[in-house]
């Protein structure tokens, strides 16, 4: 777990596409950033994992600011990018081959973990052997063998179709809290972001800056989608500050 602060970062790729965004995530909290299309919410989750470089601002996890691309984060984009020449164990241990861990002890450390990421028995299928959504498990599961601090997930359940899409939320609603890391979700849906956030922002249009953040008060495990269903207030607000 670590803090994660993101102060007055702006961008510019021809036209300005980030303005002064501030925002921060406390040790352990999982936040969203919403907003409208094209508002550079995942360019900026590309920034903060040291894959672009801002005009302005800096990144710190537990007060040390990061340069480039760093072990305390690990990103997780949208396509789960599972190299399909290799079995998911050698898909999910590749954090630990690439820090020059033998094989056989990288397959052993990360052997334990399936069961709870939901994909045991699929340690030897091919990427192309399983669903989308067991796809999305095993690309977690190889983010989360990296060992980072802070988790950056960048639409991760877009492509899904809805009903594993909701699957896919109460799993990551639940592993969260064994997991402990810091998460930022960038997404769309802002059902989603509700139902597993501590904290949103929102994000304006081009060039996107912060409009609006709100706190979600309800614990983690206390909340389900009948509760959801229930947050009209929270959401009503949100798509408030989007329309304007």
Known sequence: MAKLEVPNISFSYDTKILDRINFSAASG????????????KSTLLNIIAGLLQC??????????????????????????????W?????????????????????????KGHFGEFGIDGYEYKYPRQLSGGMRQRAAFL?????TAKVLLLDEPF?????????????????LRLKLGHTIVLVTHDIDEAVYLS??????????????????????PDERNWEW?????????SIHRALEH
């Not at 877009?158 to 639940?174: C, F, N, V």
């Not at 904290?199 to 309800?218: A, M, Q």
Request: proline share 6%.
């Open 142 to 146: 190889r983010t989360v063998m990296s």
């Open 55 to 84: 005009d302005k601002g800096e990144i710190y996890v537990e007060g040390e600011r990061l340069m480039g691309i760093s072990p305390l984060l690990a990103y997780m984009p949208q396509d789960d990018l599972l190299l399909p």
């Open 198 to 219: 501590d904290r949103i922002y929102v994000l304006s249009d081009r060039p996107g800056h912060v409009i609006f953040d709100v706190k979600i008060d309800t614990p």
């Open 86 to 110: 290799r079995t998911i164990i050698d898909n999910v241990s590749l954090p630990l081959q690439l820090k020059k861990i033998g094989r056989a002890e990288a397959h052993e450390r990360v």
């Open 228 to 236: 959801l269903l229930g947050s009209t207030t929270i959401k009503e």
């Open 29 to 40: 909290e999982f936040i969203s950033i919403l907003g409208p299309s094209g508002c550079g």
């Open 158 to 174: 877009a492509a899904l179709d809805a009903m594993t899409r909701s699957k896919m939320q109460d799993w990551l609603a639940e």
